[in-house]
């Protein structure tokens, strides 16, 4: 358990990664879990999945834990191409054993294309499942840049943390 006395935490998080053509280096677009028809997809070492980078990061931050480059640096070979569920399963753990737990979410994507609202509730879902939430508590947002950032995905994520019951913090 932390020591900490707040009932209540808030995390935010943010990543970016740069969009390629295959040739160029783009792996699959993914976010949230979540495979995106797109023509260009994200230049990373990992699968590149910007919305789960930044909800680690969220609930690292919300307990003052770092973040994740601390945990998976991106010069590990064994990272490559990596599934971001584990990354997120990995800071879900830290935030576990410390007695809190996610009560809701809310992401925003930055991109200009494609479009994404079809797939909100299929990327409200599989971040819902991935934090064993009501899908409900997940609420997601996509922008455009306006031309600005026409080359690179954005996700920026809120998480509040709840302490759960005295006793439950090593599960
Ligand atoms: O960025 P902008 O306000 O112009 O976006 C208009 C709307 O387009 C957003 O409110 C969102 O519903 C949708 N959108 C989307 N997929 C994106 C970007 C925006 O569905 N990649
Ligand atoms: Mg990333």
């Not at 010069?75 to 753990?93: F, H, Q, Y």
């Not at 879902?125 to 306006?146: C, D, M, Q």
């Amino acid at each position: 358990m932390t020591s900490s006395p707040l009932p209540y935490r808030v995390g935010y998080g943010e990543d970016a990664h740069r969009l390629a053509l295959p040739q160029d280096g783009g792996r699959p677009l993914v976010l949230g879990g979540v495979g995106v028809p797109s023509e260009r997809g994200a230049v990373a070492h990992s699968d590149g999945d910007a919305a789960l980078h930044a909800l680690a990061d969220a609930l690292l931050s919300g307990l003052a834990l770092g973040d994740i480059g601390q945990y998976f640096p991106d010069t590990a070979a064994e990272w490559r191409g990596m599934d971001s569920r584990v990354i997120l399963e990995r800071a879900l753990g830290l935030v576990r054993e410390r007695g809190y737990a996610p009560l809701n979410v809310a992401l925003v994507v930055t991109l200009d294309r494609p479009k994404l609202g079809p797939l909100r509730a299929e990327i409200a879902r599989s971040v819902a499942a991935l934090l064993a939430l009501p899908e409900g508590e997940v609420g997601v947002s996509f922008k455009t840049s306006e031309g600005l950032a026409p080359d690179h995905v954005q996700t920026r994520v809120t998480v509040l943390l709840g302490l759960r019951e005295p006793g439950r913090g090593d599960d």
